[in-house]
C-alpha cells in the first residue's frame, strides 16, 4: 500500500465505521445528530481523498480498491442501523445489501484475477450523494423517506449495471 493522505483518509473512514455504530446505537442525547456528524463527516473525506488523488496524482491501486470499498460499508453499516431501529423496511434493506455485496465482491474477484477495475464515475458519485441525502431523511423518520430511498436504491441498480458492463469492456481482452 501507498501512503498518501489520500489513502489514510479512505482508512480513516474505515475507522469511522464502528464509530458511527457505536454513537448510533447509544442511548446518549442527540445520538442521531452525532451519528449524522460522522456521516458527513465520512462523506466529506470521501471528496477531498478523491479531489487530492486526482488533483495531485496520488491515485494508487489501493486507493481505486479500498475508497469505493470504504464507502459501500459505511452506507451497508448505516443502512443496517437504519433497518435494525426499523427506519426502514427489510426489503428496502435487503435490495440495499444485495446491490453493494455485489458490487464489492465482484470488483474482488475482478482484482483477484488481474484483471482492470473500472474507478468511480458520475454515476457511482451521484448514487453516493443521493444515498447521502436520503438517509438523513430516514434517521428522522421523515414521513417519505422509505420511498425516497426506493427510488435511490432502483438508481442504484442501474448504476451497478453501468460499471459491471465497463469492468467487461476494459477486460475484454
Not at 19 to 43: D, Q
Not at 71 to 77: A, Q, T
Not at 102 to 113: D, E, N, S
Request: charged share 15%; net charge positive; no cysteine.
Amino acid at each position: 500500500m501507498s501512503v498518501n493522505l489520500p489513502n489514510l483518509l479512505t482508512i480513516f473512514r474505515i475507522v469511522l465505521i464502528p464509530l458511527y455504530l457505536y454513537i448510533f446505537f447509544s442511548e446518549e442525547p442527540y445520538h442521531v445528530e452525532i451519528a449524522l456528524g460522522i456521516l458527513i463527516l465520512a462523506g466529506l473525506t470521501d471528496i477531498a481523498d478523491g479531489y487530492i488523488a486526482r488533483k495531485h496524482k496520488l491515485v494508487t491501486t489501493f486507493g481505486i480498491m479500498m475508497d469505493p470499498l470504504a464507502d459501500k460499508l459505511m452506507m451497508l453499516s448505516v443502512i443496517a442501523s437504519l433497518f435494525l431501529t426499523e427506519r426502514i423496511s427489510l426489503w428496502a434493506a435487503l435490495f440495499f445489501f444485495a446491490r453493494d455485496v455485489a458490487m464489492i465482491v465482484t470488483g474482488a474477484i475482478y482484482h483477484l484475477r488481474g484483471k482492470k477495475t473500472v474507478p468511480a464515475n458520475a454515476y457511482g458519485k451521484v448514487t453516493t450523494v443521493l444515498f447521502y441525502l436520503v438517509i438523513p431523511l430516514a434517521m428522522y423518520r421523515y414521513e417519505y423517506s422509505e420511498e425516497i430511498l426506493w427510488t435511490v436504491i432502483a438508481f442504484s441498480f442501474i448504476t451497478s449495471a453501468i460499471y459491471l458492463g465497463k469492468f467487461r469492456l476494459l477486460n475484454r481482452t
